[in-house]
Nanobody
């Protein structure tokens, strides 16, 4: 059973920065082939924000390009550095993993999810 635990959420003003972290446990490497950050704002569906697959290919949703950076710090830790945050970035952010060897923000189909961490950006 893969467990994904997020941390690092909080409240910031527009223009601020936050770094989210995701720690995985109980995994085999194949279960973490593709890792990603998703978010869900109030009243909206869940959307893929950033992905990193087994080939180290990275993709971002257009709205965060140039502001967010996804990185896999080691075999079981995924980070999301968020800068120049905007009120529209306010959402619950989820770490996710799948066995897909190749993935992007449109094709990523998570098998495992974390519980989420809240990010709130005020104007």
């Amino acid at each position: 059973q893969v467990q994904l635990v997020e941390s690092g959420g909080g409240s910031v003003q527009a223009g601020g920065s936050l770094k989210l972290s995701c720690a995985a446990s109980g995994y085999t490497y194949s279960r973490l082939a593709c890792m990603a950050w998703f978010r869900q704002a109030p009243g909206k569906g869940r959307e893929g924000v950033a992905t990193r697959d087994s080939t180290s290919m990275i993709t971002y949703v257009d709205s965060v390009k140039g502001r967010f950076t996804i990185s896999r710090d080691n075999a079981n830790t995924l980070s999301l550095q968020m800068t120049n945050l905007k009120p529209e970035d306010t959402a619950m952010y989820y770490c996710a993993a799948s066995t897909q060897l190749r993935c992007n923000v449109n094709t990523m189909a998570p098998r495992d999810w974390g519980q989420g961490t809240q990010v709130t950006v005020s104007s």
